[in-house]
């Protein structure tokens, strides 16, 4: 049984496709392993830019924010998502990353707040127990 199952409320989580990336499915095959986790899953659609996810994480009062990017423009999307966060909710919501991202990129979305970054072929039990370590019960 695992965390969310025994929390009174279920995990809120934004699944986000910010750009022009339009591959959708690690994003969905992800919602579906969160899903059966227990969490509740708000996913945002292709194409959005920033501001919206923004948006739609404040709106839909999300725990965890997960952010899919696999067109290589990850460090200019990740950082103004995580500047337009800031000024909306400030740390208050934790932003996980994943998608094609070196692992040099890494290093620098960490250092912008971004709490773990997950690459192709992450085990989807791993990126589980990883938000259920992140939002409080």
């Known amino acids: 049984m695992s965390m969310a199952t025994e929390r009174k409320t279920p995990i809120r989580v934004l699944i986000a496709k910010p750009g022009l990336d339009g591959h959708d499915r690690g994003a ?3 919602a579906h392993a969160m899903r059966e986790a227990g969490m509740e899953v708000v996913y945002s659609g292709l194409r959005q830019t920033p501001a919206m996810i923004v948006n739609i994480a404040v709106e839909e009062d999300v725990d965890i924010i997960c952010v899919s990017i ?3 423009a990850h460090l200019t999307l990740f950082a103004e998502i995580m500047e337009l966060l800031r000024a909306e909710a400030g740390e208050t919501i934790p932003v996980l990353g994943g998608g ?4 040099q990129d890494i290093v620098t979305l960490t250092e912008m707040g971004v709490r ?3 690459t192709p072929g992450a085990p989807m039990a ?3 127990a990883c938000i259920e370590g992140l939002v409080p019960a």
Not at 100 to 103: D, E, M, N, T, V
Request: charged share 10%; hydrophobic share 60%.
């Open 116 to 118: 773990e970054v997950f």
């Open 28 to 30: 969905k095959v992800l």
């Open 126 to 128: 791993a990126i589980t």
């Open 70 to 72: 696999m067109s290589g």
């Open 100 to 103: 094609i991202i070196p692992a």
